[in-house]
């Protein structure tokens, strides 16, 4: 018995809106004070320059932040009740998410004043049994560019829904 | 230039223990909006957890970070997986280590984990290191 229904089987290959954000030195001081780096290329720009980087230099996994602005920089009123944005996810008879498998690969790094672009495809759904009920598996696939359109990185995350 | 490690080389451990302030700046920083990192009897009640979760992808930065640190003088972090086994709360000890898998003329492989003090595993990964 399928929980995926016709409806959000086609979901499948949709693509969302492209998304720009532009990085600031204080987008990537934030993220890095969040995540206990010390190193001064992620908060000053002489320190940064003298590393052969242009400008201040956000830490590699900089991407996800770009990726959940995308998804979540909406309107209250556009958020489920758990905070997740409701518009980001096809209908399925479960919105409790987790994350299920990241994985990144990396070319030019991001540096602060580059304007980011983010394209956002729904690779697959899939189901399986779990414990404790049906498993939904949606795989999204992101494409990550920068101002001189290099590749930044590429993403492939899936979220699990129980 | 330092050679990269050998295979079955481990990384130094690093250990994190996440404070709600923590979680908080990890949500806000990423505009991350989802209210079991940061609302605790949301997180409770509704969702039946016994705490605020560790986010998985802060797991994964602490894993990059773990890499990163040991390699990343001789190596340029190329690519990274991982995903999550058991979930970590707030108040939770992560010890983060890993070890080189693979080594070739390009560069290295690495696992990565992240597991707690009792020895459960909460997130593992492999990373790709290029040689610079």
Known sequence: MGVITDEARSWANREYPRFE??????DIAKFAHATGENNPIHFDREAAIAAGYADVVAPTLFPYVIRMHASALVAPDQ????????????????????????????????VAGDVIAVEKRLAQM????????????????????NQRGELVALENFTRIYR | MSALPEVGTEAPVQTRTPSALDLFMFSASAWLLHRIHYDTPFTTEHDGH?????????????????????????????SISYRHLAPAYLGDTLECGGSVTRADDEGVEVELWARKPDGTVTTTGKARFERR
């Open chain 1, 79 to 110: 958020l489920e009740t758990d905070g997740s944005p409701s518009s980001d996810v096809p209908p399925l008879p479960t919105r409790r998410a987790m994350a299920g498998e990241t994985s990144v690969e990396f070319g030019e790094r991001i």
């Open chain 1, 126 to 145: 899939y189901e399986k049994e779990g414990r404790s009920g049906p498993l939904v598996f949606v795989e999204m696939d992101f494409t990550f560019t």
């Open chain 2, 50 to 78: 016994p705490g605020l979760l560790i986010h998985g992808p802060l797991q994964g930065v602490y894993l990059a970070q773990t890499a990163e640190s040991w390699l990343g003088d001789q190596a340029r972090l190329g």
């Open chain 1, 21 to 26: 954000m532009i990085v600031t030195a204080t």
